[in-house]
């Protein structure tokens, strides 16, 4: 099956560090993906939708310079969380689709802590 | 993209059917009825998705109504493994196409 790899899993650091978050399609040319975030007990909420080649596009309320997401290939899209601050901790996920009329496959997800 | 209503959690005993219902009744026709499943500290995973008729697949079954206005997941033998969060979501790939989560139902089995 698609396999979407997610890395790191987990990350720890200090106020105010980027943190980088890398999410890679295996084994098919992700054309579109997408970053999540999800809080304890909540439902995962969309942040940004990126197809290969373009830029972002940012959900309501998502700061796109906070939140910075860059897809220049098919296999690979980044989500740079700049300036992290306690409140940005979270569990981060992306997932990534070939065409609109597949389901989408998600990675493992990252655990943000910002002390 | 249309609303779903599912109901908050549900158990069940492991090797037993699972019967997990979805409400949709503003479905519009070019809506698709997708089911994603999280278990816990994961990323979702895809289940299952249908337009019209039944679904089988090596995980699930999914059963449409007639008037597509509900939809019901099967898990034809439930195991521990199946504890997740189960979410029923409406996308019409002819627009965004894009995933909006609800609170999904929580599944439970027990030995």
């Known amino acids: 099956g698609a396999v979407v790899s997610q890395h790191p899993s987990w990350v720890i650091c200090k106020s105010g560090t980027s943190v980088k978050i890398e999410c890679r399609s295996l084994d098919f040319q992700a054309t579109t993906m997408f970053w999540y975030r999800q809080f304890p007990k909540q439902s995962l909420m969309l942040m940004a939708t990126s197809n290969e080649g373009s830029k972002a596009t940012y959900e309501q309320g998502v700061e796109k310079d906070k939140f910075l997401i860059n897809h220049a290939s098919l296999t690979l899209s980044t989500l740079t969380v700049t300036s992290a601050h306690p409140e940005d901790s979270s569990f981060y996920i992306c997932s990534a689709r070939d065409d609109r009329y597949q389901p989408q496959h998600f990675g493992d997800g990252t655990r943000l802590s910002i002390l | 993209d249309a609303k779903t209503t599912q109901p908050n959690s549900m158990e069940s005993n492991e090797e037993e059917p699972v019967h997990l219902p979805c409400n949709h009744s503003t479905i519009s026709g070019t809506d698709y009825i997708h089911w994603y499943r999280q278990l816990p500290s994961q990323g979702p995973e895809y289940v299952i998705h249908g337009l019209t008729s039944n679904v089988n697949n090596r995980m699930a079954s999914l059963a449409i109504a007639e008037d597509r206005k509900s939809s019901t997941l099967i898990l034809h033998r439930a195991t521990l493994r199946d504890a997740a969060v189960y979410y029923c979501?409406?996308?019409?790939?002819?627009?965004?196409?894009?995933?909006?989560f609800g609170t999904g139902t929580r599944l439970q089995v027990t030995l």
């Open positions: 979501i409406l996308i019409d790939t002819g627009t965004a196409s894009k995933l909006t």
